[in-house]
């Protein structure tokens, strides 16, 4: 079953969110990594940064309505989602208590032969995460493979 | 609630000079990261990740819906796993230098059980407007030596100061201004 290609440039409306410690703790619980200067004030108040920051793929948290434009618009039937590529692009660093908008947007649809799967969808989504004042703060380009039934 | 920190970093944290990260004149082409060797992938992990992105697509948490809709053989890593190992591995070298971006592309499945081995290698420098940047091509490596991951991490470094007068040969000619 192949996706809805009609799907591209459909987006999510832009998000407000509040950027936590805890969803920063959570992160890096997940990945096993302790390094202080995501959790720890004191030794990351020293460092070029001044403060806490958030890790290099915590833009893998900004996905309010994602699976929404990705099940109901692009018809992905989510067991057969293999994520392939991500692209990440940083302006500013992410820093917990930082209010900040966010968006996800088809920006990308095709089919291709991949050497595992045989003939597959493809699609990218761009999430842009940006602050209120308008600055971007990052920004990622998401590739995914729809394997067929 | 106490948290695990990793000794290296508790040192610098309480004795010392504050830890700094790479200076653009040390790093040179070739070098290679310090490596870094997680431990095996568990369902919890699994399980946390899905919890901490709130990326609950089946195929990572339910072994059931993962063999028999998405058939295959069972639940796998989310391909931003590896990601974050490698993103670990970066900002572990990096500290507070900042990354200006930073892509991989996933090339096999990771299951619960695999251990990635992440490394990166210092292949480009250059001076772009006022900013240094390096290039780091980074990867992951499964137990059995398959690449899991590939990529590529640019990132900006600061410079070291002039050195100064010390280390000039013939101190008088600086004095003199000589050049300009």
């Given at each position: 079953?192949?996706?809805?290609?009609?799907?591209?440039?459909?987006?999510t409306?832009?998000?407000?969110?509040?950027?936590?410690?805890?969803?920063?703790?959570?992160?890096?619980?997940?990945?096993?990594?302790?390094?202080?200067?995501?959790?720890?004030?004191?030794?990351?108040?020293?460092?070029?940064?001044?403060?806490?920051?958030?890790?290099?793929?915590?833009?893998?948290?900004?996905?309010?309505?994602?699976?929404?434009?990705?099940?109901?618009?692009?018809?992905?039937?989510?067991?057969?989602?293999?994520?392939?590529?991500?692209?990440?692009?940083?302006y500013?660093?992410v820093?917990?208590?930082?209010?900040?908008?966010?968006?996800?947007?088809?920006?990308?649809?095709?089919?291709?032969?991949?050497?595992t799967?045989g003939?597959?969808?493809h699609?990218?989504?761009?999430?842009?995460?940006?602050?209120?004042d308008g600055?971007?703060?990052?920004?990622?380009?998401?590739?995914?493979?729809?394997?067929?039934? | 609630?106490?948290?695990?920190?990793?000794?290296?970093?508790?040192?610098?944290?309480t004795q010392?000079?504050?830890?700094?990260?790479?200076?653009f004149?040390?790093?040179?082409?070739?070098?290679?990261?310090?490596?870094?060797?997680?431990?095996?992938?568990?369902?919890?992990?699994?399980?946390?990740?899905?919890?901490?992105?709130?990326?609950?697509?089946?195929?990572?948490?339910?072994?059931?819906?993962?063999r028999?809709?998405?058939?295959?053989?069972?639940?796998?890593?989310?391909?931003?796993?590896?990601?974050?190992?490698?993103?670990?591995?970066?900002?572990?070298?990096?500290?507070?230098?900042?990354?200006?971006?930073?892509?991989t592309?996933?090339?096999?499945?990771?299951?619960?059980?695999?251990?990635?081995?992440c490394?990166?290698?210092?292949?480009?420098?250059?001076?772009e407007?006022?900013?240094?940047?390096?290039?780091?091509?980074?990867g992951?490596r499964?137990?059995r030596?398959?690449?899991t991951?590939?990529?590529?991490?640019v990132?900006?470094?600061?410079t070291?100061?002039?050195?100064?007068?010390?280390q000039v040969?013939?101190?008088?000619?600086?004095?003199?201004?000589?050049?300009?």
């Open positions: 079953m192949a996706i809805n290609y009609n799907a591209l440039g459909k987006q409306p832009w998000v407000e969110t509040t950027v936590t410690q805890q969803q920063i703790n959570a992160l890096c619980d997940a990945l096993d990594d302790h390094n202080p200067l995501f959790r720890d004030q004191a030794v990351a108040k020293g460092t070029a940064y001044g403060g806490v920051i958030a890790p290099p793929t915590f833009i893998n948290l900004f996905r309010e309505r994602k699976t929404e434009l990705v099940l109901g618009e692009l018809e992905v039937d989510l067991p057969k989602l293999l994520h392939g590529e991500q692209d990440i692009t940083y500013a660093p820093r917990p208590g930082d209010r900040v908008l966010h968006r996800v947007k088809v920006i990308d649809v095709g089919r291709r032969k991949s050497k799967y003939e597959l969808d699609f990218t989504v761009l999430i842009t995460v940006k602050g209120l600055k971007k703060l990052i920004e990622a380009t998401q590739l995914f493979f729809v394997r067929e039934d | 609630m106490t948290e695990a920190t990793n000794t290296a970093f508790s040192a610098t944290a010392g000079p504050a830890r700094q990260g790479p200076f004149e040390d790093v040179s082409i070739g070098l290679e990261l310090p490596s870094l060797r997680k431990n095996p992938i568990t369902r919890l992990q699994l399980a946390k990740y899905a919890a901490a992105t709130r990326d609950f697509n089946p195929s990572h948490v339910d072994e059931d819906i993962a028999d809709v998405g058939g295959m053989k069972g639940v796998f890593a989310h391909g931003m796993i590896g990601m974050g190992f490698i993103g670990e591995m970066l900002t572990n070298w990096l500290w507070d230098r900042p990354l200006r971006r930073f892509s592309r996933a090339t096999v499945i990771v299951r619960p059980g695999d251990v990635l081995e490394h990166g290698r210092v292949v480009r420098k250059w001076i407007e006022d900013d240094n940047l390096i290039e780091i091509e980074v992951a499964n137990q030596g398959e690449v991951h590939t990529g590529r991490a990132a900006v470094l600061p070291r100061p002039l050195a100064g007068r010390a040969k013939r101190p008088y000619l600086l004095e003199q201004r000589v050049i300009g």
